[in-house]
């Protein structure tokens, strides 16, 4: 786990660039990273995105990282899951995603990881398919 919070922690970021989640009129902005899990990755994990303010070589380790300790972190109950209600919009400069049904696990500027998810979801699922997508992502440049 130590290995894993060290990746997060040595993550440079462009913090003109963060990341911004908007959604029923309530915005969190100031987010460093963002992996978006729509619901639909349960049978087809292509539709997994992850954003980052940082540009870097490093980026898909970070987000192996971001995915797999929310994964742990929620099965250890140390995360709260804040609802989204109606269609959530991310934002990153000229980019914008839209997530209608899913989960968002996201690390704010302050290296907190964060988990937003519509109501009636499973979050350990979509939170194993994001730990799953990462980590092949990961190792098929190994």
Not at 4 to 31: A, H, K, P, W
Not at 52 to 71: C, I
Not at 110 to 131: Q, R
């Amino acid at each position: 786990m130590f290995q894993l919070e060290s990746v997060l922690n040595t993550c440079r970021y462009n913090f003109n660039q963060m990341i911004t989640l908007t959604c029923d009129g309530t915005s969190i902005s100031g987010c460093s990273s963002v992996v978006i899990v729509p619901e639909i990755a349960l049978q087809e994990p292509g539709y997994i995105k992850a954003l980052t303010s940082g540009a870097g070589a490093n980026a898909k380790h970070e987000f192996h990282a971001l995915a797999q300790m929310a994964y742990f972190q929620y099965q250890d109950d140390e995360l709260e899951i804040d609802l989204l209600k109606g269609t959530c919009r991310i934002l990153k400069e000229n980019n914008e995603e839209t997530l209608e049904s899913g989960l968002v696990i996201y690390r704010s500027g302050d290296g907190t990881i964060h988990i937003a998810s519509h109501g009636d979801i499973n979050c350990k699922k979509l939170l194993e398919a994001a730990n799953r997508y990462c980590a092949r992502w990961v190792r098929l440049d190994i």
